[in-house]
């Protein structure tokens, strides 16, 4: 089983209300490991398992 996260980012704004950084999202730590995971489920084999399939809820 792989677990895949979903970020959501959000804008700030300063206090004179302008648009500041957009806080939120996935780390770039974040990022390596979800491109592993899409690489695993496309690679790896497990005996006795003959088919993928990927549920997201």
């Known amino acids: 089983m792989i677990e895949f ?11 004179d209300g302008s648009a500041g950084p ?3 999202g996935a780390s770039a730590q974040n990022e ?3 491109h592993a995971c ?3 489920l496309g690679t790896t084999t497990i005996d006795g398992i003959d ?7």
Do not use: C, H, N
């Open 51 to 57: 088919q993928r399939r990927l549920v997201l809820v």
């Open 5 to 15: 996260k979903y970020y959501m980012s959000r804008p700030t704004y300063r206090l």
């Open 32 to 34: 390596r490991e979800f």
């Open 38 to 40: 899409v690489e695993k």
């Open 22 to 24: 957009r806080k939120g």
